[in-house]
Nanobody
Framework: QVQLVESGGGLVQAGGSLRLSCAASGSIFFISAMNWFRQAPGKQRELVAGISDAMTTNYADSVKGRFTISRDSAKKTAYLQMNSLKPEDTAVYYC???????????????WGQGTQVTVSS
């Protein structure tokens, strides 16, 4: 059984910073992609940032220059450093890992439970 546990959300004023973490546990052979998504009330879930096992990163245009994704593969953990936060960044943030549990198993997507980020103006 694989579990993803997020932490680091909370309430912050506009211009402030938060750092999210997502740690995976369970039987895991290899994690290829680690991603962060977010979903604001009444909106669809959107990709915020992603990082591959080769450390290639990609970001939504709305967060470029403000957010930084990183990973510690040995710890099976992804991070999202969020700076210069804006009220429009308010959402539930979800981590998503694409991984294989054994050498010859298929890759599957796993999701965290979500953590609330609220940015006040």
């Amino acid at each position: 059984q694989v579990q993803l546990v997020e932490s680091g959300g909370g309430l912050v004023q506009a211009g402030g910073s938060l750092r999210l973490s997502c740690a995976a546990s369970g039987s895991i052979f290899f994690i290829s992609a680690m991603n962060w998504f977010r979903q604001a009330p009444g909106k669809q879930r959107e990709l915020v940032a992603g990082i591959s096992d080769a450390m290639t990163t990609n970001y939504a245009d709305s967060v470029k220059g403000r957010f930084t994704i990183s990973r510690d593969s040995a710890k099976k953990t992804a991070y999202l450093q969020m700076n210069s936060l804006k009220p429009e960044d308010t959402a539930v943030y979800y981590c998503n890992f694409r991984l294989r549990q054994t050498f010859n198993s298929r890759e599957r997507d796993y999701w965290g439970q979500g953590t609330q980020v609220t940015v006040s103006s």
